[in-house]
């Protein structure tokens, strides 16, 4: 990858978390820790890998993207905003009653959105269909699913997999955001995962694992996910719930946050600041200290 690729992709992923911490302040409250967790692979689709056109986001030759852990919807949409589906004053309706933004994706309501989700596991069963109708149409497009370590708690998710697997649907690109925590505790506590790199690979997957916050690393693993032709194909992200900011990656209850007090509040407007300050010209980074 070009320096100046690179470059542009951590500025964007510095956009995409400032307008996360500042859609979800205004809310008051959301599904933070897990929109966090996603923000550089959002970050290298929409600034890189996806081909799409925001301006025709129903355009029958794009790719698709399937959020099957929509409560991270909030990281989806200011990818969405940042490159032009619809004005960034939307951000700021997130949940409001008759918003185009719900808290968890609608295709009807919000351009860009391929996929209702959030019944955690049902995206998996989408996108497998969806990759399925790629190839019985002779498309070479791609359906990136997204899925929660946690939403692996459902069996649904293992179904198709193994659907997945058995076609050997390489069309379908399957992402887990290994963020190791979930609503309840971490998921070694709520429903010990074991090792997802070597059960992908056991479900007959090529399984590659990369550091969630290393947009390079991610974007040479999806070109490598695009060079296999005879296996389905699966990138575990090592991530952390809360990404790129400390106070959040360290909050036991990440899960979904309250901006309810003058602590949380001010580390908010300093996180917010110091990207500002990276999108504005300094060294662009994804961690803010």
């Known amino acids: 990858m070009e320096k100046s690729e690179l470059w542009a992709l951590k500025q964007l992923s510095a956009k ?7 859609m979800l302040e205004k809310r008051g409250y959301g599904h933070l820790g897990g929109a966090l967790s996603i923000v550089e692979l959002m970050s290298v689709l929409y600034g890189k890998q996806l081909r799409y056109d925001p301006k025709r986001p129903d355009w029958e030759e794009r790719d698709m993207v399937v959020l099957s852990k ?9 990818a969405l905003a ?12 997130l949940n409001d009653g008759g918003t185009r933004l719900p808290s968890h994706p609608d295709r009807q309501k919000t351009p860009g959105v391929d996929m209702t989700t959030g019944s955690l596991g049902q995206g998996t069963s989408a996108a497998a269909g969806i990759a399925t109708g790629f190839r019985m149409k002779g498309s070479d497009q791609y359906v990136y699913l997204i899925v929660g370590d946690g939403e692996l708690n459902e069996g649904q998710c293992w179904e198709a997999f193994q659907y997945i697997a058995h076609y050997k649907l390489n069309h ?3 992402i887990i955001d290994e963020n190791k925590r979930q609503l309840d505790g971490t998921t070694k506590e ?5 090792d997802l790199e070597e059960k992908m690979k ?8 990369v550091k969630g916050n290393d947009e390079e690393a991610i974007d040479a693993a999806i070109d490598q996910a695009k060079s296999i032709t005879d296996q389905a194909v699966c990138i575990v992200l090592d991530s952390i719930k809360g990404a790129g900011v400390p106070y959040y990656e360290q909050m036991e209850g990440n899960h979904s946050v309250k901006f309810n007090n003058d602590e949380i509040l001010q580390i908010n407007h300093k996180a917010i600041k110091d990207l ?3 999108i504005e010209g300094g060294s662009a980074g994804s961690c803010i200290n």
């Open 276 to 278: 500002e300050d990276l």
């Open 82 to 93: 940042e490159q032009g589906f619809f004005e960034k004053d939307w951000l700021y309706t």
């Open 190 to 194: 709520v429903m010990n995962p074991f």
């Open 70 to 78: 929509g409560h991270a919807g909030p990281a989806w949409y200011c």
């Open 202 to 209: 056991a479900f007959g997957f090529h399984v590659q694992r």
């Open 16 to 22: 995409i978390r400032r307008d996360i911490l500042q």
């Open 172 to 174: 379908c690109v399957v």
